[in-house]
């Protein structure tokens, strides 16, 4: 989430390693490739692949199979003004599924809201927790508002006390979205 200036021609570097990693998939997993659509492409990552995959699909929103995003959000500084960055006005639709065990409204589904936008309700799931040394809990919510104003389906998981790793509900939820795709 912090700046990202420093990071200089990264992404030139990112997208040669990324061609190289989609050489040695199977080619299920390259069904955007092959003429699958991206609708058949679920994007998942931890940290900065979080980062990276919120930040990606933001910027080429689409219908995508689904994303899920673990302890990672859009990328900028805080207070960063992400509605005018992405262009979508007044994000406020995506509803928190809560706290884990403090949900305000345990087992709430994703809004339906979500299909309004270019995301066409893609399933989004944003799962970090609420002392996350690297992702603010802001961030997550904050990136979540984007996605759903974009036109995803997105599910925000906030987790107390959890360090930055990956519990066992996000593997359970990821396993989910991916045997969904098509």
Do not use: W
Request: glycine letters at 16%; a neutral charge.
């Amino acid at each position: 989430y912090r700046e990202a200036e420093h990071l200089g021609d990264v992404h030139v570097e990112a997208a040669a390693v990324v061609g190289r990693v989609a050489g040695h998939l199977p080619s299920r997993h390259l069904a955007v490739f092959y003429g699958g659509g991206p609708e058949s492409v679920g994007l998942v990552g931890f940290s900065q692949g979080a980062c990276l995959s919120t930040e990606f699909v933001a910027r080429h929103p689409r219908r995508y199979g689904g994303v899920a995003a673990l302890s990672g959000g859009l990328v900028g500084p805080l207070g960063a003004d992400f509605e005018a960055r992405f262009n979508v006005g007044n994000a406020g639709n995506t509803r928190s599924a809560g706290k884990v065990g403090k949900a305000k409204n345990p087992g709430e589904a994703s809004p339906p809201s979500g299909s309004r936008g270019p995301l066409s309700g893609t399933p989004i799931f944003l799962g970090c927790s609420d002392v996350d040394p690297h992702i603010p809990e802001e961030r997550v919510h904050e990136s979540g508002r984007v996605l759903d104003a974009l036109g995803g389906r997105v599910t925000v998981r906030i987790y107390p006390g959890m360090a930055h790793t990956v519990n066992d509900d996000e593997i359970g939820r990821v396993r989910a979205l991916l045997q969904g795709l098509s």
